[in-house]
């Protein structure tokens, strides 16, 4: 009976390897990348205004008297003076005139510039507050 059980589970076990179907490999799945559309470009119907009195201020006058014209420190606010004045003092420090307690001080940044600049710094700093 021993033999027989034994012959018995062999042929059990051995009747489960024979042959199979194979199961379907599972589909290769590819990720989609999102549909990205080009960027649309960027139109200006003009080119933007730049004010030069504010582009020569900050590269020369800003450091000094701040970024608004506010003044700080032994540097005074320039902020909304009259331009005929801030015009007028700044050729006069230009032309090396003693126009006050800062004239060695203000001499060197006034001399470089040109009537036109000065009357650009002068306007942009009439018209802020």
């Not at 033999?3 to 024979?18: N, P, R, Y």
């Not at 900050?58 to 701040?66: N, P, R, T």
């Amino acid at each position: 009976m021993r033999s027989t059980l034994f012959a018995l589970i062999a042929m059990t076990t051995l009747a489960a390897c024979g042959d199979k179907a194979e199961a379907p490999a599972p589909a290769e799945v590819t990720p989609s990348a999102p549909q990205v559309s080009a960027p649309k470009p960027i139109t200006y119907d003009a080119a933007p205004v730049v004010n030069p009195g504010k582009l020569k201020y900050v590269a020369v006058c800003q450091g000094c008297h701040g970024s608004t014209g506010g003044g700080q420190g032994p540097f005074p606010k320039l902020a909304g003076k009259p331009a005929t004045e801030l015009t007028a003092k700044l050729k006069d420090y230009r032309a090396g005139k003693q126009v006050g307690p800062q004239s060695d001080t203000m001499m060197p940044f006034a001399k470089p510039l040109t009537d036109a600049e000065i009357d650009a710094i002068a306007s942009y700093l009439a018209a802020l507050n």
